[in-house]
């Protein structure tokens, strides 16, 4: 089975503060994602990598880094946290197969910012 | 204009009722078309995918595709309780040299017994 594992299920930070989220998976797989979910948005996507120390954006980067320096670690990184950063983070981890990808999601870290 | 369109919930059934949860979308260009299944307080995970138009089923789920209509849905039969959950379409275009998800926003099904 795949595992993908969040460091954490809840986080309470402060306006400004760097925020670290930690996202590990146990498959040796290439492709890793964040993403965020907001009730009445879905599930958009922040940034992505296909390799170590390679990453893309996504559709809504602004406010957000990542880094990938082992390939089974993908963190995310909240350079000054603020309050509209407040949602659920989910991370992610494709298969690669021939013709589809399944994503494997972590259990979501819920990050409110006061 | 949302790419993905999905029917607002929530959804209450009682057991055993049959269930159509709906998306709809615009770009012509997605391939691949996804159910996922999200339990409170845990992450989505993969129910069934289709490629294309036509039917797949699954057990008690059965998933459809028209792309004439830009219109897919997920069929639950004989609802149980554990089926309880957010339901996300998803769907895939290979853009950019990687295939990029596009969720719906989900809808909440509650069944009770």
């Known amino acids: 089975d795949v595992k993908v594992t969040q460091s954490s299920r809840y986080l309470v930070k402060r306006t400004g503060e760097k925020v670290f989220l930690e996202c590990v998976q146990d498959m040796d797989h290439e492709n890793m994602f964040w993403y965020r979910q907001d009730p009445g948005l879905g599930l958009r996507l922040i940034y992505f990598?296909?390799?170590?120390?390679?990453?893309e954006k996504g559709d809504i980067p602004e406010g957000y880094s990542v880094s990938r320096e082992k390939k089974e670690r993908f963190s995310l990184i909240l350079e000054s946290a603020s309050t509209n950063q407040t949602s659920m983070y989910l991370c992610?981890?494709?298969?690669?197969?021939?013709?589809?990808?399944?994503?494997?999601f972590g259990p979501g870290t819920r990050l409110t910012v006061l | 204009q949302k790419e993905v369109e999905q029917d607002p919930g929530p959804l209450s059934v009682p057991e055993g009722a049959i269930v159509s949860l709906n998306c709809t979308y615009s770009n012509s260009a997605f391939q691949y078309f996804m159910w996922y299944r999200q339990y409170s307080r845990k992450g989505p995970e993969l129910l069934m995918y289709?490629?294309?138009?036509g039917n797949k089923e699954d057990g008690r789920f059965t998933a459809q595709v028209d792309k004439s209509s830009k219109y897919i849905s997920l069929f639950i039969r004989d609802s149980q309780p554990s089926d309880s959950a957010t339901y996300l379409c998803?769907?895939?275009?290979?853009?950019?040299?990687?295939?990029?998800?596009?969720f719906g926003a989900g809808t909440r099904l509650a069944v009770h017994p």
């Open positions: 289709t490629y294309s138009s």
């Open positions: 998803a769907m895939s275009a290979f853009s950019g040299g990687y295939n990029k998800l596009i």
């Open positions: 992610a981890t494709e298969s690669e197969g021939l013709d589809f990808g399944e994503q494997f």
């Open positions: 990598s296909y390799d170590v120390k390679m990453k």
